[in-house]
């Protein structure tokens, strides 16, 4: 799925409001589509990658901690990416989890990212299809989490 078709997607994110599709928010980071609350805080981080390349799910991950602790904010983090025979979500989300952990450990023990979810790009429009909310429990059961 293209940057631009995935952005336009009708996301699920129920009572909550998309924040942001692409802007920067912040200097140097626009991410593909943030969501936020009715009071205005940040819930979700969502980046959809097309490419295989494991550098470009590090800098999510990153780009996303370093936003949501200028935020003093706690959101998931979503990475919504199309798998190839030699790159599945598993993966990705077995790649990330040291360092994620490694992260945590260097900012006292805990991210301000509150999870971090992998998914293929076919499970997310599956989500979108059920009806399935951003972070609900039928959501967070799709993919794997970091």
Known sequence: ???????ALNHPVGKNVIASTGSAVSTGYKPDVTVKDAAGELKFIIESEQKTDRKAFLGDLLKAEVHSEQQKAH???????????NTTTKQIADHLRPYKQWLAVKSGGKLNLSDV???SDVEYQEAIDAGEILGSLSFKNRGHRV
Do not use: G, T
Not at 1 to 7: G, P, Y
Not at 75 to 85: H, N, R, S, T, W
């Open 117 to 119: 979810h992998v998914l």
């Open 1 to 7: 799925m293209k940057d631009s078709e995935f952005k």
């Open 75 to 85: 959101p998931e983090l979503i990475i919504v990416m199309q798998p190839f025979d």
